[in-house]
């Protein structure tokens, strides 16, 4: 199935719009992400998985007084306490969530001292959903797992890249992934939501879904290097990435209404991972055209202005 037919659109003359649009996001979210550090001492608001804390899962009988609640956890003298609605408003539950405490003991008394703070405090019935503690010390050590996970993946897919292609090919992915990461985390710091586990496996998700899309326009690329030999590279690259849009419409299109009920519809649980492929799919399609391909034009071009220019290498023909 075919969306567009005939389409001759000049990306790569466009190339300066879409690297201001990227300096514009990249530069708040690195922003956004600087003034997060100076004052909680990390890049963007860290869920209870990384950060260490208790979260208590409550359903209430009836609609539950956030403004209540916290006053009965103050009167008890449980302070910095974080208290927010969960899941969709008749539930009626809320998370109510300990910051970092250095004695471990202390943690696993957060459930205790939350629900009897309520029991004595907050006239409406409720019950103990579910409830998570993470120390500190393991908090750390998910927070590296993370990172490590995230650098491991660019690099094996530079790699692979590297003996399917060429180094430029997969040097001009990696980085268009990096670029899909770093917005998508600058978003998080921005709208001011935590990164928990289960938003990393999110950004690992985007970073294959990304990689998945500038595959199928390299692949193109080399296939239309080999057809033809008289046309510049920077014509070659439009023609490929008109010749793949709409295989890129129709894929990221459906996947995005698919993360976006789940963003709409999944409830609080899901919100942050939901929220990260929203962006992610958006933005990783976006560096596909504008990101990956451009760098292999300019690339080429840095290469002739230094008298060392060098074609890009064409896909094989196969045998009949």
Do not use: C
């Not at 922003?31 to 899962?57: K, N």
């Not at 030999?229 to 419409?249: E, K, P």
């Amino acid at each position: 199935m075919e969306l567009f037919h005939g389409v001759n659109i000049d990306w790569l003359k466009k190339k300066w719009y879409f690297l201001g649009f990227s300096l514009l996001f990249s530069v708040a979210g690195i922003i956004s992400m600087a003034s997060h550090w100076a004052t909680i001492g990390s890049p963007v608001p860290l869920g209870v998985d990384f950060r260490g804390g208790t979260e208590v899962q409550l359903q209430f009988a009836s609609t539950p007084d956030v403004g209540a609640i916290r006053s009965a956890l103050s009167n008890a003298g449980i302070k910095d306490a974080s208290v927010v609605t969960y899941n969709v408003p008749s539930a009626n539950e809320v998370l109510v969530s300990l910051p970092e405490q250095h004695n471990e003991n202390a943690l696993d008394a957060g459930r205790g001292q939350i629900v009897e703070a309520l029991k004595a405090h907050y006239a409406n019935p409720f019950q103990v959903r579910d409830v998570q503690v993470v120390g500190p010390t393991v908090g750390k050590q998910l927070e590296l797992q993370a990172i490590k996970a995230t650098l491991l993946s660019l690099a094996g897919m530079l790699v692979y890249l590297w003996f399917r292609f060429q180094l430029i090919y997969g040097v001009a992915a990696v980085v268009a992934v990096f670029h899909d990461t770093l917005i998508t985390i600058g978003f998080f710091a921005l709208t001011n939501q935590e990164l928990s586990l289960t938003v990393i496996a999110a950004i690992l998700t985007l970073v294959g879904y990304s990689m998945n899309d500038t595959i199928v326009v390299f692949d193109r690329i080399r296939e239309n290097l080999r057809l033809t030999h008289r046309d510049s590279l920077a014509d070659v690259v439009n023609r490929s990435i008109n010749q793949t849009l709409s295989r890129t419409v129709l894929t990221s299109g459906l996947t995005f209404l698919t993360v976006l009920s789940l963003y709409v519809f999944g409830g609080q649980v899901l919100h942050g991972f939901a929220f990260a492929l929203v962006v992610g799919i958006l933005i990783g399609t976006y560096s596909s055209i504008a990101v990956a391909s451009p760098m292999l034009v300019a690339w080429q071009e840095w290469r002739a202005k230094n008298g060392k220019a060098v074609s890009l290498p064409a896909a094989k023909r196969t045998r009949a």
